[in-house]
């Protein structure tokens, strides 16, 4: 089973920046497509942005312009660089990805434990 873990949360003030990063572990494994979710408290876990294996990106409307999503493939590696933070963007940030096992060859939706990005003054 590949784990996800991600690390970068952290306080910062509004209009800081910080880069949140998802590493993937496991033996014998493919990543699809990648996702970024938050979920800030009485909240719905809400979609921030895609990022296909190729490199194919979409972000949602509230961070865009804002946040960019990038991945190294090479490192089983995603990033989210967040710029221009808002107080509103406060939440425990979760990674997602589409996993492909090789042996045995199976295919599911993996899930790190979060990291919680605080923007406050």
């Known amino acids: 089973q590949v784990q996800l873990v991600e690390s970068g949360g952290g306080l910062v003030q509004p209009g800081g920046s910080l880069r949140l990063s998802c590493a993937a572990s496991?033996?014998?494994?493919?990543?699809?497509?990648m996702r970024w979710y938050r979920q800030a408290p009485g909240n719905q876990r809400e979609l921030v942005a895609t990022?296909?294996?190729?490199?194919?990106?979409n972000t949602a409307d509230s961070v865009k312009g804002r946040f960019t999503i990038s991945r190294d493939n090479l490192k089983n590696t995603m990033y989210l660089q967040m710029n221009s933070l808002k107080p509103e963007d406060t939440a425990v940030y979760y990674c997602?990805?589409?996993?492909?096992?090789?042996?045995?060859?199976?295919?599911?939706?993996?899930w790190g434990q979060g990291t919680q990005v605080i923007v406050s003054s």
């Open positions: 496991g033996r014998s494994f493919s990543i699809n497509t």
């Open positions: 990022i296909t294996r190729l490199g194919s990106t």
């Open positions: 997602n990805a589409d996993i492909g096992d090789y042996v045995p060859p199976r295919d599911y939706e993996a």
